[in-house]
T-cell receptor, first 114, second 114 residues
Framework: GENVEQHPSTLSVQEGDSAVIKCTYS??????FPWYKQELGKRPQLIID?????GEKKDQRIAVTLNKTAKHFSLHITETQPEDSAVYFC?????????????FGAGTRLAVHP | NAGVTQTPKFQVLKTGQSMTLQCAQD?????MYWYRQDPGMGLRLIYY???????DKGEVPNGYNVSRLNKREFSLRLESAAPSQTSVYFC?????????????FGPGTRLTVL
């Protein structure tokens, strides 16, 4: 089955710096890669996603890149702000039978220091 | 529009007790999911229901059962709770559209088994 590895497990940056979180997946058939943000004590929420036919996607200060050959994808946050502090989860999805089953990475705890 | 709701928010059980976690969504989604979240392990899929009337095992189904009561409701039952089931449980729902599958999460249930 699919396996998703995420690094680093913790990341500390100064406000204004960039942050990069990397994930690798095992199943080459996976074709959808979302990123979720979970603030302390809250539910996970989707922040950006990318499909396998796209190499890069941007939304304001966040971007995601996908390398299908190497089976890895990354989240990039520029000009970090204290409110970016949270746990970030990557996931990979294998579209099958009319539904998608997400396999999540273990998460990265990002701390942005003022 | 409440989105995904879960009850209870907190629960403490003794080993061997049983309980049912309730989940409901008002977004008319076909697919629903149950996850558990443990420190350092991300979100692991317990069971999912691709559509009303169907349920399937996820990554960690042992010790759990589910019921898709109708399109809105998906419950998770622990028949004989064990300390290893101490976790935060999240319900989610989605309406898969092609390769995309944004999952909307409930607020979670924090369960402690003594």
């Amino acid at each position: 089955g699919e396996n998703v590895e995420q690094h680093p497990s913790t990341l500390s940056v100064q406000e204004g710096d960039s942050a990069v979180i990397k994930c690798t997946y095992s199943d080459s058939a996976s074709n959808y890669f979302p990123w979720y943000k979970q603030e302390l004590g809250k539910r996970p929420q989707l922040i950006i996603d990318i499909r396998s036919n796209v190499g890069e996607k941007k939304d304001q200060r966040i971007a995601v890149t996908l390398n299908k050959t190497a089976k890895h994808f990354s989240l990039h946050i520029t000009e970090t702000q204290p409110e970016d502090s949270a746990v970030y989860f990557c996931a990979a999805s294998l579209f099958a039978g009319g539904y998608n089953k997400l396999i999540f990475g273990a998460g990265t705890r990002l701390a942005v220091h003022p | 529009n409440a989105g995904v709701t879960q009850t209870p928010k907190f629960q403490v059980l003794k080993t061997g007790q049983s309980m049912t976690l309730q989940c409901a969504q008002d977004m008319n989604h076909n697919s629903m999911y149950w996850y558990r979240q443990d420190p350092g392990m991300g979100l692991r899929l317990i069971y999912y229901s691709a559509s009303e009337g169907t349920t399937d095992k996820g990554e960690v189904p042992n010790g759990y059962n589910v019921s898709r009561l109708n399109k809105r409701e998906f419950s998770l039952r622990l028949e004989s709770a064990a300390p290893s089931q101490t976790s935060v449980y999240f319900c989610a729902s989605s309406e898969p559209r092609g390769f995309a599958n944004e999952q909307f999460f409930g607020p979670g249930t924090r369960l402690t088994v003594l």
